[in-house]
């Protein structure tokens, strides 16, 4: 009776703590901005590398900017979203649609040019 018990508590105690770890990793997962893409566009005097970004409605995407020349930042209409200087912007795309990226810091003579789409299907 007393191994029956005791296996019973052991089997019980597992499972709470593989509960607890799996938990854990999720709220970890959320809080360092795990993402199911990782995209880095790179920003020069006068373009984005990449003009035209494709995502699945609910994936969740990490941006990261990095200027290889002059100073840029994004800034992701119907988003709201703003990317500074390598710095890096998760979020979940929720909504479909074509959303247009611009560079949102005035860097110069071609800056109406440094134009993107976002496209959420």
Do not use: P
Request: overall charge positive.
């Amino acid at each position: 009776m007393k191994k029956w018990m005791l296996s019973v508590g052991f089997v019980f105690t597992l499972s709470a703590f593989a509960t607890a770890c799996a938990s854990s990793d999720a709220q970890n997962a959320a809080s360092t901005g795990a993402a199911d893409q990782a995209i880095t566009i790179s920003a020069k005097n006068f373009e984005f590398d990449q003009k035209e970004i494709r995502l699945k409605k609910g994936d969740t995407v990490r941006f990261t900017l990095k200027n290889s020349q002059g100073r840029h930042a994004i800034h992701i209409d119907g988003y709201d979203k703003d990317i500074k200087d390598n710095d890096t912007v998760t979020f979940t795309a929720n909504r479909t649609g074509r959303f247009k990226f611009v560079c949102s810091n005035m860097c110069g003579k071609g800056h109406s040019d440094m134009v993107g789409t976002l496209i959420v299907e």
